[in-house]
């Protein structure tokens, strides 16, 4: 089947503008992160979803950071008035149950942003 | 707050020989480790994981690991890489089993396949 999307691949922003960066999970998946990925670094934890309800949103780095997955399905992450330090890959993972032992994390490709 | 190190940022090694890439984390009640692996220009996929039981974990592509408690290690090995091994890969720690908590990455390591 189809594995977890995100839309677009590559963005490049001038700094202050609005981005807003899309995922498809994987159908039927109840709980959706998004981490960041700056050059050379591990993924870091952003926010997490349980269906449309959003659980955890410790990591998002400003108020400037916002996500939301209305319908329990796609969800979009948004930055306003994008900096220079947001440059990263954005990626989004999702995984089937809410708390399933064994439950397995499966990641999109990534959006690359890049503030000019 | 957990944390995971993984000591080499890079690793150049030959066709066919063996490879292991070190991950120590810090140390806590309940970890669970996992093994990402991430490709050029695609999303992580899963290697192999460690949730209980045996120490000793088998994963895709030939690659093992192996969970030690005592010096809060989980090292990934091959004995025998290919050239489609180049690749970045990435530890990871969880403080529960379960798919809805976030993980805790290390920085990551790139293994370089040399023909």
């Known amino acids: 089947g189809a594995g977890v999307s995100q839309s677009p691949r590559y963005k490049v922003a001038k700094r202050g503008q609005d981005v807003a960066l899309r995922c498809d999970p994987i159908?039927?998946?109840?709980?959706l992160f998004w981490y960041q990925q700056a050059l050379g670094q591990g993924p870091e934890f952003l926010t997490y979803?349980?269906?449309?309800?959003?659980?955890?949103k410790s990591g998002l780095p400003s108020d400037r950071f916002f996500a939301e997955r209305p319908e329990g399905s796609v969800s979009t992450l948004k930055i306003q008035r994008t900096q220079q330090e947001d440059s990263a890959v954005y990626l989004c993972?999702?995984?089937?149950?809410?708390?399933?032992?064994?439950?397995?994390?499966?990641f999109g490709p990534g959006t690359r942003l890049t503030v000019l | 707050a957990q944390s995971v190190t993984q000591l080499d940022s890079q690793v150049p090694v030959f066709e066919e020989a063996p490879v292991e890439l070190r991950c120590n984390y810090s140390?806590?009640?309940?970890?669970?480790l996992f093994w990402y692996v991430q490709y050029p220009n695609q999303g992580l996929q899963l290697l192999l994981k460690?949730?209980?039981?045996?120490?000793l974990v088998k994963g895709i592509n030939g690659f093992e690991a192996e969970f030690n408690k005592s010096q809060t290690s989980f090292h990934l090995r091959k004995p025998s890489v290919h050239i489609s091994d180049t690749a970045e890969y990435f530890c990871a720690v969880s403080d529960r089993p379960s798919g809805n908590t976030p993980l805790v990455f290390g920085k990551g390591t790139r293994l370089s396949v040399i023909a």
């Open positions: 159908s039927g998946h109840v709980s």
């Open positions: 460690y949730l209980s039981g045996s120490t």
């Open positions: 979803f349980q269906n449309e309800a959003q659980l955890d």
């Open positions: 993972a999702s995984s089937l149950s809410i708390g399933g032992y064994a439950d397995t994390q499966y």
């Open positions: 140390s806590s009640v309940s970890v669970y």
